[in-house]
Each structure stands twice: as C-alpha cells, then as structure tokens.
C-alpha cells in the first residue's frame, strides 16, 4: 500500500521560477526533476515536499524550447538540469554548474530524445 | 595566493567499488572545487520499458543495482499496482517489508566494510563482511539468490517462507545480534574511527534539506526524513522510527547505518510476529493506464520510480530518481575545503552506487 499523497499541478514555463520560489520559501525540499518524452513533446516534472505529501510542477516543452534553471533557487539542481540536457538535449539556461553535455558520458548523444517526426517515407530507401 | 591544481580523482580508483570521475580543484592540499562526471556505466534500462512486457520488467527493474536490488523491484511493482488498483494480501507486504530489511542490512554491512578498509582498519572490515554473510545465507535461502532475488511480481510474490523458516531466521538473527552489537560498539567508541571521522566534513541539516541529501547523509545531519515513515508496505504496522544523529560529520554517516542495522534486526522481529496468514499473490490481469510516483527507502536512501502507462503491455516511461544521483550535490559542498587525503573516506560516506545512479 503507498501512504504517500501526490498532487500534480500544470503550469506554464514562464510560471516555472516564481512557483518555484514559493516552494522554496515555503520550506520545500526539492526531490527530483523529472522528464518524459511523450512523442511530439515532453512533460517535465519538478517535485517538491515537506514531507510525505508530494507535489510536481508539470510544464510542457517541445523539440526546440528551452528551459530556464532553477539552480539559482535549489542549488542542488544542477545534477537534474544537466540529465535533462545530457539525455534529452533539451538546453536549459543559467545553471550554477554547467557539465555542456558531459555529466552523462553515453555513446549515442541525448538517448533519451523524441525520435523525428517522419512525415514521408521516401519510395524504395529507409525513412 | 597558492597555486592551483586539479586532481582526477576516479573512475578506477581503490577506494570505489563502481566508476565516478571527480575533478578535484586543489589549493595546496586543500580541496576547493570537485566536479563529478558520471555516466561510465549508463545501460539505459529505463529505456529498456518501451520493449518489454510490463510484467517482465520486475526483473529488470532489479537490475538496477546489485545491492538495493529488491527494493527497486517493489518500488517499481508498487507503481504499477497502484495504477491498476492491485491490493497486495498482507503476508506479501510483510515478507516483502522481510526481504527489504534483509537487503538493507547487507548493504550496510558492505558499507561499513568498506568504510573500516578506506580506513585502514583491516579487522573491522573483515569482521562486517563476515555478518554480512550471515544476513546473505538467509537471503539465499528464503529466496534462492544472495544479491539479485527475482521473488517480487506484481501483484504480491513468488516465493512464500515458511513458519519454521521465518523462526529459524528470528533466531539466527538472535544469535548474530551480540556481534552486530560488538561491531556497532567499535564504530562508536573506536579511537582509531572517531579520530579519523569525527568532525570531518560536517553537513548541517539546513544545508542537507536545501541540496536534497536523502537517505543516512540526510538523518546524519539531523533530518528526520525516511520514506518508512509514510507506511509504504507493512512499515506502517511494525511501529518504525528513523535513526538520526546530528553532528553531520562522517562519524555520524556512518553511525546511521550502524545503527540501521539493529533497527532492521527489530523491524524483522516484529514483522514475523505479527506475519499474518494468506495468500502471497493476487492475481493481475489487463494492462495498466495511468501514472504514479512510487517512493520507498532504500539502504542509501529515497529512491522514486516513476511509471506511465498507455493500457498497453509496454510502459510509456519508467524514471528512477535514485538516492546517490540526489546526493551528489551534497557530495559536491562536502567536498570543499577538506584536505586530499580525507577525499576518499568522504565521498565513501554518501555510499556512492553508480550502477544505480546510471541505471
């Protein structure tokens, strides 16, 4: 059985530093940033608690957006916000302690990206 | 003003059992800047989600780490049964709350091993891994593996433990007690430990709240925060208190788990008295829709596994936050301004698993 409550509030990113600092303010620790790749976007989590009632912030970006650092008001996100760009190239700008891509070392870079849209397959080759 | 100079510290290095890089910005001897790489060991299971049955993926959910590896099965098992509406019967909850305790008494068992060897004290590491063998005999007998058990599905479990099994086990546990007392003692009162870990690196609880430290960095800088608290399991029926401790140096890192490793001896007690009678599993069927954040305490501290799921056999996304991933961080401040020699014995006290973290 889990005991513990989680309320997921939608926000726009520009929202995304001033909620943030109210968490802050409040006392919040930060648990975890979070993202999922949902094809043609990607849903982000950013999940804060006092104590075993959780909350997340859920912004929405696409291939292309960029996301504004939160480390300036968690000093410990850094670690998500450079996973967030490591692995799935989606940039984020002005954090404390910027790895530019190589917290993560992997083989193929920013495994974890949408694939491209294929609109077309082209007549007798690979898409 | 000194020179400065920058020390690689890692991947392969004695003291670490899995690969970390840190780059260490020194001024003399001192430590001022440490800038970690990770990632040497990235597999990519999360990914592994989208290809496999939901159901199989238990197995794979337990490999993510080698030592917590139950736990991050549960967790991921409790994900989906949430989102499904599964009620797991209360003996499962119970023997699964039997097994994680197993799991985190041989973790920290390892641990403060490691700890004694990174402190050169070659008797006390010897003598953990030697309890630490006991606790695996049981593991291997109830479950049939040391390290990776595969006894977790979702719904409940595979394997049930008999009641004279579960009474020999009490009374094994009975019999090592006094030398896990024995070996808490020394980690306590040793000169040659205190010496070398009191008053190093003192993370206080402000700052371990505010960088996110979970897990023994957390409650050894006075944070009253472990996941059992919230009841996940049967944690809720075995009246479970955290350990904490409040100086926040090394000394009391380790002390946590020391101290851990009795509490868990209790909490097995009581959870085999209380085991109540029933079936181990409920039966699933379907596929799941939805999401959840599942959160549990692992050795090392809190770990979420997220799920999302379409009603499909494959999940959408499965995201482990583990708990050194969420401690490198306060790795990072501990690191500043100690002296080059005590680097190893400090980023040991946040029990670095990089498999975990790299998942």
Known sequence: MIEQKHTIIEIEVADLLKKTEEYHKAGHRLVQIGTTPLGDRYEINYTFTTAWDFESLRITVHDGDELPSISGIYWGAFIYENEINDLFGIPVNGMNIDFKGHLIETRIPTPFKNPPKITKVPKGGDA | MSNRIVVPFGPQHPVLPEPIHLDLVLEDERVVEAIPTIGYVHRGLEKL????????YV??????????????????????????????????????????????????????????????FENLFMNAWRLREEILDDMEATTGGRVIQGTCKVGGIRRDIGDDKL??????????????????????HDQTVRHRMRGLSVLSEKDAWDLGAVGPVARGSGCDMDVRSSGYSAYGELGFKPVTFSHGDCLDRCLVRSEEVLASVDLVERAVAKMPDGPIEEKVTGNPEGECFAFSEQPRGECLH?????????????????PTFTNVPPLVKLLEGIELADVPVVVLTIDPCIGCCDR
Request: charged share 25%.
């Open chain 2, 59 to 120: 197995l794979i959910a337990e490999r993510i780490c080698g030592i917590c590896s139950f736990t991050h099965s549960v967790t991921y098992c409790n994900a989906i049964e949430h989102i499904m509406g599964v009620e797991v019967p209360p003996r499962a909850q119970f023997i699964r709350t039997i097994w994680m305790e197993y799991s985190r008494m041989h973790s920290h068992l390892l641990w403060l091993g490691l700890a004694a060897d990174a402190m050169g």
């Open chain 2, 167 to 188: 009474g020999e086990m009490v009374d094994h546990l009975k019999k090592i007690r006094p030398l896990l007392e024995e070996s808490n003692r020394i980690f306590t």
């Open chain 2, 49 to 56: 989600v989208e290809k496999r049955d939901y159901k199989d």
């Open chain 2, 306 to 322: 997220y799920v999302r799921a379409n009603g499909k056999k494959n999940i959408v996304r499965h995201r482990v936050r583990t």
